[in-house]
């Protein structure tokens, strides 16, 4: 199970696997509320764990989002094997910031991680063994002490796929995908590592975003995009427009690849709308809605929900 956090000389990565396992097992963590038995001792855990409780136990007054990251052992419902988090908060003058609130920790997902998925996160088993299970910790990390008024993700329909409202008390999502599609539409790709380098977000530093594609360093990546369409649009439009599918900025495949939709005809669009992916579909039809071609409420696409 690994830590981040911020020492008063530089940030550390210390990995307590061992230890935290063993006190959760005697009881000495609950896990669940984040409570810990180890008062009064020298333990560096027991001061890590004691201190984050005094910290979360403060009132929370301003706006916070929290941007989640999962790493996975395959596609079960359970499957999680890293979870890793880190805030964005709005200051008193509005303006949205990045914070030092983050952090990771391995789960046990109950079975071997499958070669597929361990090539890209290289999380191995044995480090994850000894980790508490998904369903034991997930809302300690999606349902902290303090108030938070939206969970993030890029490409969020996959962390909602284990991040179930039962788990998140029902909180309302953002994904910076769709909304990085609705507000830098020319750029020419939107993967969250494309965004980190086509942008190059001011305050990322580079090595707290590394390595990519674990999850505390990927989730940090997603805060400084999430903060920026913050500051660009408001968040009742963020969560707006990811509660819709996609907008797409151009033809994503086929003869048309990378055609604005604005280039298209009329029987082109049309024949868009019987395409297999959601937000092609979606995209043809905002066209032909802007043309006054096609009726606004006829046959509209759905609110999109989550996989499950």
Known sequence: MSFYFKH???RLKRLWGQEI??????GLIDMDNQRSSYQGT?????????GKQRRQTKPVSKARIRVIDLETA????NDVCEIGWQD?????????????????LLVNPGRPISPDTMAIHHILDEQVEAAPYWKEIASTVLRPVGEIHALAAHRAAFEQRYCTPRLTGGLPWICTWKCALRVWPELPRFS???????RRPAGLVHEIGLPAHRAMPDAYVTAHHLRDLLNAASLEKLLAWSAEPGLLPRVPAGSDRGKSWDRLGTETLHEYLRDRDVDVRFSARTELERRGELETSAGKEPEQKTLL
Request: charged residues 20%; aromatic residues 8%.
């Open 8 to 10: 008063p000389q530089c």
């Open 21 to 26: 396992a063993a006190a959760y097992m005697r």
């Open 42 to 50: 020298t333990s560096p855990l027991a001061r890590f764990i004691d």
């Open 74 to 77: 395959g596609n079960g419902a």
């Open 88 to 104: 964005v908060v709005q200051k008193d003058r509005g303006q949205w910031v990045v914070t030092e609130d983050r952090g990771s």
């Open 192 to 198: 969250n590592q494309m965004l980190r380098y086509q």
